[in-house]
Antibody, heavy 128, light 110 residues
Framework: QVQLVQSGAEVKKPGASLKVSCKAS????????IHWVRQAPGQGLEWMGW????????NYAQRFHGWVTMTRDTSINTVYMDLSSLKSDDTAVYYC?????????????????????WGHGTTVTVSS | QSALTQPASVSGSPGQSITIPCTGT?????????VSWYQQLPGRAPKIIIY???KRPSGVSNRFSGSKSGNTASLTISGLQAEDEADYHC??????????FGGGTKLTVL
């Protein structure tokens, strides 16, 4: 079945860097964008950006420009999210999620700004 | 940039209908039909329940419906059930940054 499997929980010190992986299976990897979304404890969802696994092209949320890097390895159907210069308020659950594919009125199509399959989340704790 | 605006909490009794608004601007909800809604149960990843303002993914109950008027999108849940108790998040495409989420709304079924 379609699934996204993320790497395990991380504990980091302030100033360190983070790399989270997201391995896709059950569908054609290159056909769907992968979004990264994070959720701080007790807070809402925050969109970080997306990567097009086909081209490697990326689009980052303004506040993450220069701070986040998303890459992919098409040989193993995996995308990565790197976040540098971690601070305590980067403590959050980090999710990867696939852009959507839906059918309505007899036609099916990709929708790139919604996310229809989510990883289980990677808990990241930043603490000295 | 501020998130889309949702009420922090809503509540309703079993069998009732509730509506959760999500207010944006002309840079997002007001111009584009790329609004999605997600249901998040405690400790779980979000699950999409509405995409492109009104469309339901396969397998999602028809008790969930979406709409939009001006800069505000809305999620309506009819025939409220205890299992609907969860956090609900809206999102929209935005010209400014790509995708933006609301702050989330906690639904309590009384």
């Amino acid at each position: 079945q379609v699934q996204l499997v993320q790497s395990g929980a991380e504990v980091k010190k302030p100033g360190a860097s983070l790399k989270v992986s997201c391995k896709a299976s059950g569908y054609t990897f290159s056909d769907y964008y992968i979004h990264w979304v994070r959720q701080a404890p007790g807070q809402g969802l925050e969109w970080m950006g997306w990567i097009n696994p086909d081209s490697g092209g990326t689009n980052y949320a303004q506040r993450f420009h220069g701070w986040v890097t998303m890459t992919r390895d098409t040989s193993i159907n995996t995308v990565y999210m790197d976040l540098s210069s971690l601070k305590s308020d980067d403590t959050a659950v980090y999710y990867c999620a696939r852009s959507g594919y839906g059918c309505s009125g007899g036609s099916c199509y990709h929708y790139y700004y919604g996310m229809d399959v989510w990883g289980h989340g990677t808990t990241v704790t930043v603490s000295s | 940039q501020s998130a889309l605006t949702q009420p922090a909490s809503v509540s309703g009794s079993p069998g009732q209908s509730i509506t959760i608004p999500c207010t944006g601007t002309s840079s997002d909800i007001g111009t584009y039909t790329y609004v999605s809604w997600y249901q998040q149960l405690p400790g779980r990843a979000p699950k999409i329940i509405i995409y492109d303002v009104t469309k339901r993914p396969s397998g999602v109950s028809n008790r969930f419906s979406g709409s939009k008027s001006g800069n505000t999108a809305s999620l309506t849940i009819s025939g409220l059930q205890a299992e609907d108790e969860a956090d609900y998040h809206c999102s929209s495409y935005t010209t400014i940054t790509g995708v933006m989420f609301g702050g989330g709304t906690k639904l309590t079924v009384l």
